[in-house]
């Protein structure tokens, strides 16, 4: 028997309750300066319907950082504050709901 999405009623097997949640999500990209002055890009903002840790793993990815989540936030080492919104951009996520606080 399939399970239904209660977000859009159809059944979770055709994926789509995935990226109707990317489309409505405000993420906030942001750096912060850790010890030692170390500098972290911290990505927030993700809601339940979205696999956060294979997006972290995706960055890390391309970025070659380290990094992880904690509290449905990603923690990338180093700043990539500017490289982050591009790529969510081809993961799905609208442009215009991509913040980036400087």
């Given amino acids: 028997m399939t399970e239904i999405d209660p977000l859009t009623g159809l059944p979770k097997e055709l994926g789509v309750g995935e990226s109707i949640a990317k489309e409505s999500q405000s993420i906030i990209v942001r750096i912060v300066k850790r010890r030692f002055g170390k ?12 696999n956060i840790k294979e997006i972290s793993k995706r960055l890390k990815s391309v970025l070659a ?4 989540v904690k509290n449905n936030v ?6 990539h504050i500017d490289k982050v919104k591009l790529e ?15």
């Fill in 39 to 50: 500098l972290t890009t911290l990505i927030e903002g993700f809601e339940r319907d979205v």
């Fill in 88 to 102: 969510l951009v081809k993961y799905g996520f609208q442009k215009d709901s991509i913040k980036v606080q400087k």
């Fill in 65 to 68: 950082c380290g990094g992880t």
């Fill in 74 to 79: 990603i923690e990338l080492q180093g700043n």
